[in-house]
């Protein structure tokens, strides 16, 4: 389930990128304070939980939906300027936030999609 920090419909897009922790708990604290220096944190999730390799260490595979300060909503005139709506000049992580709430779907779900990954 997604914890949004702000409403997700107010953007025509949102960007996903997966984060991997050995804790369970989502370091908003931690992430939220360095996104106000470069973006927008707009919601987050626990995926699932992995073993590692390690007896007893478990990976917990985190999402979280944010925007850059050039983005298209943050601003209009940004690199990704166009008309509102999903679609157009947008980044490759991006997601339709409508899809996200609507039907809990990744976003986008077509093939070749990437994604960028955290590592902490």
């Known amino acids: 389930m997604i914890t949004w920090l702000d409403n997700p ?3 025509s897009y949102v960007r996903k990128t997966l984060y991997i922790s050995l804790s369970s708990r989502f370091p908003v604290k931690t992430i939220g304070n360095k996104f106000q220096q470069f973006g927008k944190l707009i919601g987050y999730e626990l995926v699932e939980r ?4 390690t007896k007893g260490v478990y990976l917990y595979h985190h999402q979280f939906y944010w925007l850059k300060e050039y983005d ?3 601003s ?3 690199v990704y300027k166009g008309p509102r709506g999903f679609g157009g000049r947008m980044p490759t992580e991006a997601v339709n936030p409508v899809r996200l709430v609507e039907r809990g779907q990744d976003g986008r779900g077509e093939e070749g999609e990437r994604e960028v ?3 902490c």
């Not at 992995?50 to 390799?53: F, I, L, T, V």
């Open 72 to 74: 298209r909503d943050l």
């Open 117 to 119: 990954i955290v590592y």
């Open 76 to 78: 209009p005139d940004g």
């Open 50 to 53: 992995r073993d590692s390799n």
């Open 9 to 11: 419909l107010n953007y």
